[in-house]
């Protein structure tokens, strides 16, 4: 059974203070792994799209890597602004997500 | 990158009620678009893929006559909640793919509509 999974649920950080997040996934024919930004009462922000082990993307203070089982967000020096759930999904002919990381920055 | 609109934001209405929610790709056009459910704390579950001109593709567990879906431009897709409980009460959002018209290929998502049934 195709299964997105994210570690973990929750994260506090002080600002400056970098972290990873953790996406691990089995999903068929993987098309491509998608990483989204949610914030409360919003949808799905667009962050990044990996398509083949060893890609790696940036932008400003996130940087996501793929592996074949599992994918990386590395927040580097946090803002209080960066506080949001991000999330992970894989997908073949659909997208499957993980139910995301709660990242909390406090000043 | 492109932007998809929903309307209404939030509503609120009495059980036994239907309730239509629109989705729209503002600056580009989708041939498909998807009907995602997502409940507090919990990540965004697939309902249905909407097919222009065709009909839409439920997923397993889904009531397609309680969820009925319409395509009906390259531009929008309805979503209508006929006859609403206070279990459908949930946050729906749409996504449109923004390049190709394939499932995976980087879908952009609407800001979702959130519906309360009393």
């Known amino acids: 059974e195709d299964q997105v999974t994210q570690s973990p649920e929750a994260l506090r950080l002080q600002e400056g203070e970098s972290s990873s997040l953790n996406c691990s996934y089995t999903v068929s024919g993987l098309r491509g792994l998608f990483w989204y930004r949610q914030d409360p009462g919003k949808g799905p922000e667009f962050l990044f799209t990996l398509y083949s082990a060893g890609e790696e993307k940036e932008k400003e203070r996130l940087k996501a890597t793929l592996t074949k089982k599992e994918s990386f967000l590395h927040i580097t020096a946090p803002k209080p602004e960066d506080s949001a759930t991000y999330l992970c999904a894989g997908g073949a002919d659909k997208l499957i997500f993980g139910t995301g990381t709660r990242l909390q920055v406090f000043p | 990158g492109a932007v998809v609109s929903q309307h209404p934001s939030r509503v609120i209405c009495k059980s036994g009620t239907s309730v239509k929610i629109e989705c729209r790709s503002l600056?580009?056009?989708?041939?498909?678009m998807f009907w995602y459910r997502q409940f507090p704390k919990q990540s965004l579950m697939l309902m249905a893929t909407s097919n222009e001109g065709s009909k839409a593709t439920y997923e397993q567990g889904v009531e397609k006559d309680k969820f009925l879906i319409n395509h009906a431009s390259l531009t929008l897709s309805t979503l209508t909640v006929t006859s609403a409980h206070p279990e459908d009460s949930s946050f729906y959002i749409c996504?449109?793919?923004?390049?190709?018209?394939?499932?995976?290929?980087?879908?952009?998502f609407g800001p979702g509509t959130r519906l309360t049934v009393l």
């Open positions: 996504s449109a793919p923004g390049a190709g018209g394939l499932g995976t290929d980087t879908q952009y």
């Open positions: 600056d580009f056009q989708a041939t498909t």
